[in-house]
């Protein structure tokens, strides 16, 4: 089996960041680091961080620094990687004290070390003990800049140390509520420095920010001031941007996964995601659908169903539009865009056609084309009229601000503006066969007119220089591409919509007019047509199909994705004030302004607000209701929250929604989710299980969980009633809790199963009884033949469904250490052990045995295990890695998806052929060899860190084949015999079977 592994959605978590100066002197940008990812981000002009490059390193990155060289007007980005050679000691070197006492009295020492430039080695000036509490060490300007030395923080106190100085201590404001033996520590810190004055921003683990300043005279400080600044979720680093933004790495958001199941639960084309995300009050449930978000701005009823819209400007350099033109079958109506939208009679439009094509062309002249003609609008409102010779009918047409080409069946009639401001008949070419669509690309900077003009026929052909197509065209539409977009070198592709749904793009030679490098892509079952709108400032593509796709450049690479939005009719680009890059589009009777969001992201995602940590979830199998198992440690339940109280006694004891849960009043939930909760002590748990509809994400049933139980597992079980007589079984929901569980070590007072009956189609829970169990926390839950698989610590039980509680019926008590998951198929039955990896295990009815028949030889730390077949197991492991076991050659071709701590999102789609894999493998090799990681480390090392790589290849590292430079593109492709525009669709091919 050989599988190729591609991230889907690049991780959302950020380990490290650093402000600076990176691409300019004046820019203000965040460098971060996202595990094996480095990105540079940007604030736009509406204050939204955008990421300008994104790299992978194929490296573990520890730590980021800025760096800019005497004299420089930019910064450098200093980068602590793995890929770094580590010093080693020899163990004799080394006394090892089983009993603690030498840490106890140890002392932390500060020492100071100087870079000599002259020796360029690094010289040791001064040693001094410091606080054992000291967890985090911040720089203090020195020279010009400041008193130089540094800030030490320790618990509870934040003291500033130098050579030759007074130690300088303040301790840290904590709050009120806070337990007197629970520390303040500082996680993260951003300095801030100004001509006049610097100072520092600080928070704790509490997610409390402080301002830091010190007080000096000359080169001595003489007081340390700390004062609360505000509260954000805890960080694991912050930045402070000249701009006046503060750059907060969110250690625990929605970026953090903790479980996800893909299914169709709405009857959608692509089935959804349904992740749990985040800790605590900053939990959510997110649906996540492949595609990008689309807002509504704006919705209007229209007098009938329209055939076409389109947009116009008053004047070429005008940043937004004027006139959104609406065409009907007999009829056209025109709004003008202003405070608001509203029916216009003098914009010049003939109102009593239909509209085929508007455009604003060159001289600041607006154009419509009808089926009778031509109607030129003047800038002095004078108009010319051009009709269609005879009883023919303008079918098609396409424009740039230069250049008009209409179609009248199988002839091509061409115009050209002269610069008297004339729109000219040039040319006419008969086709030889009707004309199905036609496009033109804008023209070129620097040039007088587009060269070529490409026209879809009916006998299935494309002509710009004639190529068979294997359907009728639709739409076309001429993109620009490359670095240089729009530029003199960039280059120039032809987008063909086919009527049996597939969307073809070919470049264009810009010399002698070829189409080469032709590629496909399925888009849906109505014939796609195609417009231009604007993304990110260039001529993008909005295909509109039984769903709408949007086609932009991405980095220097073609991406379609599709938009989470209903089918359109038609549509056309649309910038206001107060939407600079959107589209206005006709559905059926209505008139609608669109704008996508996060243009770039893989995935759109819904969240609806949880109230404790998300732990389990589940799908009913016939009422497609959602179950969410929720539980916190150290945490206070609701009903026992006296700040909850005080708060609605304080509102006038009005019943509010937080009487419910938090999560429900949105005021309460928005100050939980900044400030966080009150913390409860060690071993006190507060869960609950709640139920939600997928359709809109409401929350149909909750109910808290009493006696101290946290919950550990849960799963939807059809278990055979003991009342019933003829073997009905009735699907329940069974949960696994611990009370009183405690960590380091792991231990509880007592296990419990709870088995509830669901109720009202899927939407209600009765408690039906409780089993106290022994053994150790339930920490999996497997349905098998009617009855319950339960892990209870190391020990595999089989309980059957009793009247007052569960059965046992047999157990297995020789598995190594915790049972961490259970999934069962047929009559095998598959473990994953917390350390010792997956055993494979049956049931012998006849004997009411359980035994192991296989296992795993190599050891490893399971957190997630997914049965492919009967025979092969997906297993995943809390060092990253990822490995299929299976027991026959047999396999099953199916995708794998993953996803990470850190937020991302990853599959592992298994080749289905020789050629393909032994491609892939090479190319890999290949791009080891020729386009090493940027932090030096290497690709093979790191994939193979805990267990070597085995038949997989690193999607990751082939994709970056586009940028790499052309020769070494070129060098790549011959050693593969490829050219390199083979290599490109090879990639994008295996890339759209994934997505």
Partial sequence: MHLYHLTLSRPSGVQTACYGNFSGPKAQEVVVSRGKVLELLRPNEMGKLVTVVSTE???????????????????????????GKGLGRSSTEWSLDWTGEAASVAQKQLTFYELDLGLNHVVRKWSDPVDNGANMLIPVPGGADGPGGVLVCAENFIIYKNQD????????????????????????????????????????EYGDIYKVTLEAQQETVTAVKVKYFDTVPPCASIAVLKTGFLFAASEYGNHALYQFIVANLLGEEIPQIYALTGRGPRSALAVLRPGLAVTELAASP??????????????????????????????????????????????????????????????????????????????????????????????????????????????????????????????????????????????PEGRARCR???????????????????????????????ADEGGPDSGLFLQVALQNGVLMRTEVDRISGQLTDPRSRFLGTRPPRLFPVSVRAHRSMLALS????????????????????????????????????????????????????????????????????PRRLAIHPTHNTLFVAEADHAAIPLAEREDVKERLQAEGGMESDAVQGIEFDEDMAALEEQFGTPRGQPGQWAACLRIVDPATLSTAFVVELDNNEGIQSMCLAPLASPSATNGAVETMLVVGTASGLRYYPTECDAAYLRVYRILDAGRRLELLHKTQVDGGP???????????????????????????????????????????????????????????????MKYKKADNHLYIFADDASPRYVTSVLPLDYDTMAVAD?????????????????????????????????????????????????MRQEHPPLCGRDHMAFRSAYWPVKDCVDGDLCAQYPSALGAKQRSMAEELDRTPGEVLKKLEDIRNKIL
């Fill in 165 to 204: 100085h007074e130690e300088v201590r303040a301790v840290i404001p904590r709050r009120n509520d806070l337990p007197g033996d629970r520390g303040v520590l500082i996680v993260s810190y951003a300095s801030h420095k100004k001509k006049a004055y610097s100072f520092f921003l600080v928070q704790s």
């Fill in 57 to 83: 390193v194929f490296g573990c990155i520890r730590a980021l620094a800025p760096f800019r060289i005497t004299g420089a007007s930019t910064d450098y980005v200093i980068v602590g990687s793995d890929s």
């Fill in 452 to 482: 070529f003009l490409a026209v879809g026929c009916y006998d299935s052909t494309v002509r710009v220089l004639g190529r068979a197509l294997p359907a009728i065209p639709e739409s076309l539409l001429m993109l620009y591409g490359g």
């Fill in 778 to 840: 339930v920490g999996a839950l497997c349905a098998f033949k009617s009855r319950l698989l339960a892990g209870c610590g190391s020990i595999l039980r089989l309980y059957e469904l009793g009247k007052k509680k569960m059965l046992r019926k047999c157990e297995y008590k020789q598995l190594p250490h915790y049972i961490a998951s259970l999934n069962a198929c047929g009559s095998r039955i598959y473990v994953g052990d917390s350390q010792e990896s997956v055993h494979f």
């Fill in 302 to 443: 229209l007098p009938g169903n329209p055939t076409a819209v389109f947009t116009v400007k008053h004047a070429m350099g005008d940043e937004f539009d004027a006139y959104i033109v609406v065409s009907f079958t007999n009829a056209t109506l025109v709004f003008a865009i202003g405070e608001e939208v509203k029916e216009t009679n003098d914009s010049g439009f003939l109102g009593t056609v239909p509209t085929l094509h508007t455009q604003l062309l060159a001289d600041n002249s607006l154009l419509q084309v009808h089926p009778g003609g031509l109607r030129h609008i003047r800038p002095d409102r004078r108009i010319n009229e051009w009709k269609v010779p005879g009883r023919r009918q303008i079918t098609r047409a396409t424009t740039n601000e230069h250049q008009v080409a209409i179609a009248l069946g199988g002839d091509v009639i061409y115009f050209e503006l002269d610069p008297m401001g004339q729109l000219l008949e040039a040319e006419k070419k008969e086709m030889g066969d009707d004309v199905a669509c036609l496009d033109i690309a804008p023209v």
């Fill in 546 to 613: 039984s769903r709408p796709w949007l086609g932009f450049s991405d980095h220097g690479r073609f991406s379609i994705i599709p938009l989470s939005y209903e089918a359109l009719d038609y549509a056309a680009g649309f910038a206001s004030d107060q939407c600079p890059e959107g589209f206005v589009a006709v559905s059926k009777g209505s008139l609608r302004i669109l704008a996508v969001e996060n243009v770039g992201e893989t995935f759109n995602q819904q969240v609806t607000r949880l109230r404790y940590t």
């Fill in 878 to 926: 809390k060092f990253g890695n990822v490995g299929v076991l299976r027991l026959p050659p047999d396999v099953s071709a199916q995708v794998i998806v993953y996803g990470t701590a850190m937020g991302g999102i990853g599959a592992f789609y298994p080749f289905s052929s020789r050629e393909d894999a032994d491609f892939f493998t090479h190319l890999e090799m290949h």
